[in-house]
């Protein structure tokens, strides 16, 4: 089973509750078993017993994991407790266990296609080409980040051919990438195309001194727990004149609902739902509060739940700010 490889974190987690205050889910279900120590007892006892993988609820628990990466980044001996889950949802899906509703949107997901438009060696990834000029633009659906994260490693794979056929033939040397999670996916996948992060790209432009405008950053899942958390997207917001403060109760804690299950919000709209109110309580008055994050899934979750809010991607503040 592919949750061999993670016994060391099994062992670690399944009698350790450091970080239970770090889980997003355990923060707004208040249920044990949402928590790194919860999935590893979970897993401990399929592990020991290999019939416990047909348990519904066990499956359920696994795919309700929002896969933060905030516990492992802040866990004083890193333990892959993302990596874990991901291990056990590629094992239920070999067994042919995975949920209904995870099949379906395996389904919608694999049928992704890409196209590419323009000229230059340079490509962009994402919604806002006008902000690289030059530049010509990959588009479709996800390149097989969802797929990967709900344990479908081959279809992830055929879907992600599709993609780097478009990618090779377009003859880029650089790949722009806007969303985290498809950065996160593809920063290492090309030899001899360099790849990144759009933040990174928009610093190296040229800018002018913007008045002071207070904003609260989202941090990036992606970003910030698993690419080493670079400085780029806060030194841009900062060059377009955006202050930002600390949003909620602590700066290890992510406010990203679910942005690193990727499609969270499909999966679990309910319990999406309390990780966005959790964000609007924390909030204060939503009439004024302006917030910044580098993921489109964030800002549109965000929506989704209260069209009041007031969110940006990292991009659109950029965009916004070009054009004072
Ligand atoms: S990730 Fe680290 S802190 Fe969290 S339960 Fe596991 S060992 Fe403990």
Redesign the pocket.
């Known amino acids: 089973m592919h949750m061999d490889k993670h016994q060391d974190?099994i062992a670690?987690?399944r009698f350790?509750?450091?970080?239970?205050h770090l889980d997003p889910v355990g923060n707004v279900t208040f249920q044990e078993s949402d928590?790194?120590?919860g999935r590893?007892l979970i897993l401990d006892t399929i592990r020991m017993k290999n019939e416990s993988l047909r348990n519904r609820d066990f499956i359920a628990t696994i795919y309700r994991s929002a896969l933060s990466g905030a516990?492992?980044y802040?866990?004083?001996?890193?333990?892959d407790?993302v990596g874990l889950v991901l291990a056990a949802r590629k094992d239920i899906v070999e067994a042919g266990l995975a949920p209904e509703n995870v099949k379906a949107l395996t389904e919608t997901l694999s049928r992704a296609t890409f196209t590419v438009k323009g000229k230059g060696t340079t490509l962009y990834y994402g919604d806002h080409l006008e902000l690289y000029p030059g530049c010509k633009i990959v588009s479709g659906g996800d390149p097989g980040k969802a797929l990967e994260v709900l344990g479908f490693g081959d279809d992830s794979q055929k879907v992600f051919d599709r993609f780097r056929s478009a990618v090779v033939a377009s003859k880029c040397t650089t790949l722009i990438v806007a969303e985290p999670s498809a950065y996160d996916f593809l920063k290492d996948k090309f030899d001899g195309i360099e790849v990144v992060h759009c933040s990174e790209h928009l610093l190296s432009g040229k800018w002018k001194a913007k008045p002071a405008r207070k904003a609260f950053y989202l941090e990036s899942d992606f970003l910030k727990n698993y690419d080493g958390n670079p400085a780029a997207p806060r030194e841009l917001l900062a060059r377009y004149g955006y202050t930002l403060t600390l949003f909620g109760t602590n700066n290890e804690e992510s406010y990203s609902v679910g942005e690193g299950a990727v499609v969270f919000d499909e999966l679990n709209p309910g319990l999406c739902e309390k990780l966005c109110r959790r964000v609007y309580d924390l909030a204060g008055n939503l009439k004024t509060a302006l917030f910044i994050t580098p993921s489109r899934y964030v800002k549109a979750t965000l929506t989704k739940y209260n069209p009041q809010i007031r969110v940006m991607t990292l991009e659109e503040a950029v965009a916004q700010r070009k054009e004072q």
Do not use: D, G, I
């Open positions: 974190v670690a987690c350790c509750f450091m970080c239970r928590t790194p120590r590893a516990n492992r802040h866990c004083v001996s890193h333990y407790e």
